[in-house]
């Protein structure tokens, strides 16, 4: 009997091993899975897969005389990576998907919530709300220069981090145009020089050209949380915030003035 409760306690640490390893790339390239919004329901994923994977080993092993349960109750946890592969191949869930994580769907929707929020607060505390035109400038600059080291050629395609940095700098270009009261036709030709800025929905507000140097600015803030967001992604959690040398005195847009909704 004791020889038994060590069989399985043994399993039952192979088994939350491979749980964690399994859930940890199943979230890779997306974030941390034991990240601080999201690591209770991480370890109850983990705890759940254990528990259920000695369970199964230990049943299998029993029918299965020359199977030993620790290999069994080690392996069944893959299903958190492999089901994720399959998922992911044809954009819909199979059958024997749904069959190996119909139980742990709802710890894994939240667990992904989480990781979510994580990601979000991550990149928020790394941008400053009251930084100015030169400010959100030096700032991207400094992420993509960090970031341009540490993620690999396949990394810098997919997030197109170069696309997002020239993206946050050309609708800088015309907020600063604004900024420095640049007659109304030199805005319209800064607008129209760039694809990033070639949209009806800034034209819009021509007549209204602080509004519009206003929602240019949030827009390159809004870039510039999607270019942190690549770093969060990619791994990158030891970024450090950008320390501008001097603050600039005023914002372009004042805090108390909303901006308009997105269409």
Request: charged letters at 25%; aromatic letters at 8%; hydrophobic letters at 40%.
């Amino acid at each position: 009997m004791p020889g038994g409760f060590m069989v399985l306690g043994v399993t039952l640490a192979f088994a939350a091993a491979s749980a964690t390893v399994f859930l940890i790339l199943r979230c890779r390239g997306v974030g941390r899975p034991f990240g601080p919004g999201s690591r209770r329901c991480a370890l109850a994923v983990v705890g759940l897969t254990s528990l259920v994977s000695t369970a199964a080993a230990v049943a299998s092993a029993t029918v299965l005389q020359h199977i030993p349960p620790v290999l069994v109750g080690a392996a069944a946890p893959s299903g958190l990576w492999l089901g994720h592969i399959r998922q992911r191949a044809d954009g819909r869930r199979g059958v024997g998907h749904e069959m190996s994580t119909l139980w742990l769907a709802w710890l894994l929707d939240r667990m992904h919530q989480g990781m979510a929020e994580d990601r979000l607060k991550w990149c928020e505390k790394r941008v400053d709300p009251l930084w100015g035109i030169h400010e959100l400038s030096s700032a991207a600059n400094f992420y993509y220069e960090y970031l341009k080291e540490r993620l690999s050629p396949e990394e810098h395609r997919r997030e197109r981090i170069h696309s997002r940095l020239q993206a946050i700098e050309r609708r800088l270009d015309v907020a600063q145009l604004i900024e420095d009261d640049a007659a109304r036709s030199k805005v319209v030709g800064a607008l129209r020089a760039s694809r990033v800025t070639k949209e009806p929905r800034y034209e819009r507000y021509l007549n209204d050209l602080p509004r519009l140097g206003g929602i240019l600015r949030h827009d390159a803030e809004r870039d510039l949380v999607r270019l942190l967001s690549s770093g969060y992604r990619a791994g990158c959690y030891r970024l450090q915030a950008f320390t501008p040398s001097v603050r600039e005195p005023a914002r372009l847009y004042p805090p108390g003035r909303p901006l308009p909704p997105h269409p």
